[in-house]
Nanobody
């Protein structure tokens, strides 16, 4: 069973940056990890995913601004978010193997 804990959210001005982290624990083999987000009144959506071999996929809305990465030795995944926009405001969730979810971390982009 996988336990995921996100961190690194907060309040940032438009154009700013944040780095999210997702620490995984438990007896498991994680093949695919991903970041999802859910804004108020909207459905949860994919932000980016990364395989164990570090093949990445991004939502069109974040391409060129966000970078997903992982450290398999530390069982940790990251999301570097640059040039943040107000529409990036959401709760960001970590996912492992399409099944396990973290509790989420709030990202608010506002002046």
């Amino acid at each position: 069973q996988v336990h995921l804990v996100e961190s690194g959210g907060g309040l940032v001005q438009p154009g700013g940056s944040l780095r999210l982290s997702c620490a995984a624990s438990g007896s498991f083999s994680i093949y695919v990890m991903g970041w999802y987000r859910q804004a108020p009144g909207k459905q949860r959506e994919l932000v980016a995913v990364i395989t164990r071999d570090e093949i990445t996929t991004y939502a069109n809305s974040v391409k060129g601004r966000f970078t997903i990465s992982r450290d398999n030795a530390k069982n940790t995944m990251y999301l570097q978010m640059n040039s943040l926009k107000p529409e990036d405001t959401a709760v960001y969730y970590c996912n492992a193997n399409g099944a396990a979810w973290g509790q989420g971390t709030q990202v608010t982009v506002s002046s």
